[in-house]
């Protein structure tokens, strides 16, 4: 939950900390979600 808000406050800084595959999966999930609402 706080890597979405993170995500909401700070989606530049995903682009720039290396991810492991599953912490990847789960920002193009919580990406998509947030896609899906609107």
């Known amino acids: 939950e ?6 909401k406050r700070r989606p530049d800084m995903f682009e720039k900390i290396p991810l ?5 999966k789960l920002v193009d999930e919580i990406l998509a979600e947030e896609n899906a609402q609107g």
């Open 20 to 24: 492991s595959k599953a912490d990847r």
């Open 2 to 7: 706080s890597l979405r808000r993170t995500l």
